[in-house]
């Protein structure tokens, strides 16, 4: 393909956003937009460098992603016993009901989504010891409220 027939690369500029990393993981990093307690919705950006993946989790509510930049993979469980991946790519729109099972990670090139989330009696997320496991640690509004203290203490 010609330089001049080539659609023009996009690059969502983060020079402004200030990334934290996500404790626990190399390559895995987050910036809070908005935590609202009283309608238990989390908004947020995260960032994966290439080839990063997160640990599997299971969203408690709504969940609406929007891929920003790079190619969000999404890992799931498949009838087979498997697990299936899904890719989506820039500009990519999804959305789900809750109660949503997966890990996910950064293609080749990384990758940079927001994440609108919604808790389910106060939960956001439970982290779990495997794909479709028992529940290690369940993650509320709470939680990313003080996350988002911390935050804005450090602007």
């Given at each position: ?18 990334w934290?990393?996500?404790?626990g ?26 080839n ?33 991946c ?42 779990l ?15 990313f ?11």
């Open positions: 393909m010609t330089d001049a027939l080539r659609p023009p690369e996009y690059r969502f500029d983060d020079r402004n956003v200030r934290l990393p996500f404790r993981f190399e390559g895995l990093d987050y910036h809070l937009l908005k935590v609202d307690e009283a309608s238990g919705q989390v908004d947020m950006l995260m960032r994966f460098a290439p990063q993946d997160c640990i599997p989790h299971r969203h408690a509510g709504a969940t609406k992603t929007l891929v920003l930049e790079g190619e969000h993979r999404v890992y799931e469980s498949d009838q087979a016993g498997g697990v299936a899904s890719v989506r790519k820039a500009g990519t729109w999804s959305t789900n009901e809750g109660d949503e099972t997966h890990y996910e990670g950064g293609g080749d090139q990384g990758a940079i989504i927001l994440l609108m989330m919604t808790a389910a009696n106060g939960t956001i997320y439970d982290i010891a495997e794909l479709g496991g028992e529940v290690s640690r369940e993650i509320t509004v709470d939680d409220q003080r996350g988002y203290a911390r935050q804005q203490s450090r602007a």
